[in-house]
């Protein structure tokens, strides 16, 4: 069993940064890949960023690519989304995940999930 925990999510205006964290506790956090989604009001969540578990591994959904960066730390168990020039469009509660697939777009593909943090950005 694996929990997870976002946090960092706020109110930011168009254009500033936020980084989001994940911390892990359980089982073997290194051993996961991490993805994280988001979900917008009124519509469905959908994949951000994951990273495998050695992090070499990085992919991004095309909306966020050069803006957002995902990192891990396997020392501290947690997993980073760094924000740049944010967007309202951004504006979404969001989740981290864990998986045993390196690559995984697919919600499906994910076997743990943390509770969520908002982020909401004014333009």
């Known amino acids: 069993q694996v929990q997870l925990v976002e946090s960092g999510g706020g109110l930011v205006q168009a254009g500033d940064s936020l980084r989001l964290s994940c911390a892990a506790s359980g089982r073997a956090f290194g051993v996961y890949a991490m993805g994280w989604f988001r979900q917008a009001p009124g519509k469905e969540r959908k994949f951000v960023a994951v990273i495998n578990w050695s992090g070499d591994y990085t992919n991004y959904t095309d909306s966020v690519k050069g803006r957002f960066t995902i990192s891990r730390d396997n020392a501290k168990n947690t997993v980073y989304l760094q924000m740049n020039s944010l967007k309202p469009d951004d504006t979404a509660a969001y989740y981290c995940?864990?998986?045993?697939?390196?690559?995984?777009?697919?919600?499906?593909?994910?076997?743990?999930w943390g509770q969520g943090t908002q982020v909401t950005v004014s333009s």
């Open positions: 995940a864990a998986g045993q697939l390196p690559s995984s777009r697919r919600q499906d593909e994910y076997d743990y």
